[in-house]
């Protein structure tokens, strides 16, 4: 009986020191659906966010806040400060020794999307260099285009994916390098014709995670991931994932 209350009165420390752990960390996020985005409230929602909800609950955290920023601005912030969580961030072979992770959210496939008013097909990633590419700034896109070689002074940063696609039709930038989700995303967003896009080239697909900043600590990410482990494989996450990512 002695041993069975000192276990218990053991785990109750482990999941309190965790509740502390969490309830310290700065929770950000950007414009990406289905993952997260601003409801009609103007309050963070997605698949992301939601499941951000269940690792909470599973770790015994109280809810806590979730700011949404410009990617760049998000970027920036979890690589200065030593408590931020920002999501959902693809796990790039350039980003993978700068932060901690907890995976998997989901996957991501990276485009190059042209305009029908300069219709585009790339055959090889060399054929990237011949081409203006619009990116949003600190983007999974922008670092995959300079990871396979791309001239920097050819991508053309935009500080949100809108205006890298208001670009692209205007004829500033000849394609637009962003994950196909967001992208075609934007397109409905702005009421464009979805037939005007075509893809002209495949990027990549990439993991999408919870990153932290560098400085927290190794045991709360680990406590992180195994709740997000228990969450994944909940009923309630799969009834998530048949909201946000309905089968076709």
Sequence with gaps: MRIRLCCCLLLMSCLGTAHAGLTKLEYLTEEYPPYNFSNEAGQPTGLAVDLLQLIWQRSGTPAQAVRILPWARGYYLLTQKPNVVLFSTARTETRSHLFKWACPIGYSEYILLAHK???????????????RISAVRADTAEQLLLNRGMDETRIIPANRLSQALRMLVSGRADLLATSKLAGYDAIKALQLNADDFTVAFVLDAEELCYAFSRQVDDDLVKQFQRAMTQALASPEYQALRQRYLPAP
């Design 117 to 131: 008013s300069k219709p585009v097909q790339l055959g090889a990633v060399e054929q990237m260099n011949d081409y």
